[in-house]
C-alpha cells in the first residue's frame, strides 16, 4: 500500500524569491499590531485589570440585553463605567468592575458590590443565572501584568542565547526576530478583536512561542548541515533547498495541529476561546515566519559558506608549512 504524501519528495518552490515582498507586508503587520495596542489597548481580565468579574446567563435562546445591563448597573453606587459584554453565546454576559483605590484589601466592600450588582439584574431581569464570580485585587493584577512581561521576555532570551550557542549569533538573532512577529501578530489580533487578555493567553503566547522555535530550529539545522555540504551553492538557492527538505515535516506538524485545534475553536466552551484562537493564529504565523522571517534575514546578516567552517589559525598554518603541507 503506497503511503499518503501531503508534499511530494522533490519540491522546488523558490520561497526566497519573494522575501522582500513578504518582509515589507510583515514589517507593516507587526507596526500595525503595535499601533492598534497602543491605541485601542488589550482587553484585560480581570486576571490583568483587577476588580469583580460576574458571568451570568439568561434563557438559552433569548439575547442578552447588554444596554440595558449597562445601564442598570451604572445606577449603582461604586460601579463607575462597568463593562459589559456577551461571553461566548448570545445569551451568556461578562460583567467587569473596577474598584476603587478605597476598596483595595477590603473584602468585605467587593462582596457588597457583588450582591448589590446580582440583586440588581435579578431585579430587573427576574430569568437572570448567576454563574460564577471571580476577585483579583489591583494590586495582584498589577504583579500579575508584570510577572507575564517577564515571563515572555525572559523566554525570548534565552532562547536566542540557545540558538546562538548552538549555531551563529546571526541564527540568534533571526529566531529572536520571528518571534517578536509572532507574538507582535497575536497581540494585534486581541487588540483588534477586543478579545479577553489574560493569564490564558499568555500561555497561548508561550506556547506560540515554543512551537515558532522547534519550526525554525528544524530549519536552521537542515542549513548549517547544508552549509558544509554545498559550499560554493548560492545562499538564496541553498535556504530554498533547506525549507524544500524540511516542508512535508512542517505541514505535517502544522495540519496536525489544526486538526485538533479547529473544532476545539468552533464548537469549544466560551471559555477557551481565546486561548484556542490564539493558539491556531500562532500555528499559521509561526510556520510563516520560520519560512520568510528567520530564513531570509540570514542573507542580510552575512552566512556564508564558510559559517560552520573551522576557521584555521596561525599557528596551525605554520605547522602546515613546516609539514610541506601548505
Known sequence: MKLLKLVPDDTNIKFLKWRM?????????????????????????????????IRASFQEGEVAPVSEIRSTLTS???????????????????IRVKLPPEAEGNKEFADQLTREITEALRTAHPEVRIDGVDSVSGKVSGEFRQTALYALLAAMAAISVYIWIRFEWQFGV????ALFHDVSLTLGMFALFQLEFSLQIIAAILAIIGYSLNDTIVIY???????????????????????NETLARTVMTSLTLLVALVPLLFFGPASLFGLTAAITLGIFVGTYSSVYMAAPILIWLGVDS????????EADRQEKIARGEA
Open 76 to 94: 449603582i453606587e461604586g460601579v463607575g463605567d462597568p463593562v459589559v459584554q456577551r461571553f461566548g453565546a448570545e445569551h451568556e454576559i461578562s
Open 174 to 177: 533571526g529566531a529572536l526576530f
Open 306 to 313: 564558510h559559517s560552520f567552517v573551522p576557521q584555521e589559525s
Open 21 to 53: 515582498p513578504f518582509y515589507v507586508v510583515s514589517l507593516i503587520l507587526i507596526a500595525a499590531s503595535w499601533g492598534l495596542v497602543f491605541n485601542n489597548g488589550l482587553n484585560y481580565g480581570v486576571d490583568f485589570a483587577g476588580g469583580q468579574e
Open 221 to 243: 539545522d537542515r542549513i548549517r548541515e547544508n552549509l558544509k555540504k554545498y559550499r560554493k551553492m548560492p545562499i538564496p538557492e541553498l535556504l530554498d533547498l533547506s525549507v
